[in-house]
Structures are given as C-alpha cells and as structure tokens.
C-alpha cells in the first residue's frame, strides 16, 4: 500500500503479483489486493477483489469507514458488498 500511496505504481502491481502467488486458490490475500488497487484508485479491481475475497470467506468483516476505500466508498457495489459482510455477534456481557 505504501508503494501505491506513493505513486510507486510498478512496484505496487509487483506487490500484488507476489501477493497473488502467495494467496493461490485460498485467495487468502484478497483483503491487501483489494486495498492495493484501491490505493491506486483502480476501482474496477478493488471492487472485483472484495468481492471474490467475501465471497470465498478469505475476507473477514473489516471497518468499512478505513480511508483505504474512500476510492470506492461511493460506489453503491460498495454498499452491497459491506452489506453481505457477516459480522459476529459479541458474547452478551454477564
């Protein structure tokens, strides 16, 4: 992300290669690439990684109000896909 924040471009893109290699099948990455992409403002990518990482279960619910996604944040797939989060709910407090 920090290459990415910086306009380091190929070495952002260099990131998420390794990043997909390490990942495989599991997608077990999927969180950082989207937040890469979304850092470089690729919308279509970040949106398409949120989404494959939800919906294989590689994502966990994350805080939808992190800077990282104001990129996207008004897209309304955005909305939808924060919607389809499953978030745990607490143990009640004794």
């Given at each position: 992300?920090?290459?990415a924040?910086?306009g380091?471009?190929?070495?952002?893109?260099?990131?998420?290669?390794?990043?997909e290699?390490i990942?495989g099948t599991?997608?077990?990455?999927?969180h950082?690439?989207a937040?890469i992409?979304a850092?470089?403002n690729?919308?279509e990518?970040?949106?398409?990684?949120?989404?494959r990482?939800?919906?294989?279960?590689a994502?966990?619910?994350?805080f939808k109000?992190d800077?990282v996604?104001?990129?996207?944040?008004?897209?309304?797939?955005?909305?939808?896909l924060?919607?389809k989060?499953?978030?745990p709910e607490t143990?009640?407090?004794q």
């Amino acid at each position: 992300m920090v290459y990415a924040a910086q306009g380091k471009r190929a070495e952002a893109l260099q990131i998420i290669k390794e990043l997909e290699e390490i990942s495989g099948t599991s997608l077990s990455e999927a969180h950082w690439m989207a937040k890469i992409y979304a850092t470089l403002n690729e919308k279509e990518l970040a949106l398409t990684w949120l989404e494959r990482g939800l919906a294989t279960g590689a994502i966990a619910p994350f805080f939808k109000d992190d800077p990282v996604w104001d990129p996207i944040r008004d897209d309304p797939r955005f909305a939808a896909l924060v919607g389809k989060m499953v978030v745990p709910e607490t143990a009640p407090k004794q």
